[in-house]
């Protein structure tokens, strides 16, 4: 069973930093794009930032600058590092992505449970 296990969430100050980690485990061949999205009270879920097998990475405009999307694909994971961090950052964060099932390249796309970041002084 394939699954996103999210990390490193928290309550962090204003103008502190934080980083997420996304674990991907169970049967799968690798990972392909990869994302972050967040989910403020009372808001739709938005995309945070994307990053592609070769590295190409997409961000909100409005985070540009402030949080950056890495992979380590020997570990199976993604990293969301966070800074300059604002009231209006607080959400759940959420790992999505697709996985490699077979040696087709078929993929499948999962989503993990949510890690709460509240930023508050």
């Known amino acids: 069973q394939v699954q996103l296990v999210e990390s490193g969430g928290g309550l962090v100050q204003p103008g502190g930093s934080l980083r997420l980690s996304c674990a991907a485990s169970g049967n799968f061949f690798r990972m392909n794009t990869m994302a972050w999205h967040r989910q403020a009270p009372g808001k739709q879920r938005e995309l945070v930032a994307t990053?592609?097998?070769?590295?190409?990475?997409y961000y909100a405009d409005s985070l540009k600058g402030r949080f950056t999307i890495s992979r380590d694909d020997a570990k199976n994971t993604v990293y969301l590092q966070m800074n300059s961090l604002k009231p209006e950052d607080t959400a759940v964060y959420f790992c999505?992505?697709?996985?490699?099932?077979?040696?087709?390249?078929?993929?499948?796309?999962?989503w993990g449970q949510g890690t709460q970041v509240t930023v508050s002084s």
């Open positions: 990053i592609a097998s070769a590295g190409t990475t």
């Open positions: 999505n992505g697709d996985l490699v099932i077979d040696t087709d390249g078929d993929y499948e796309n999962y």
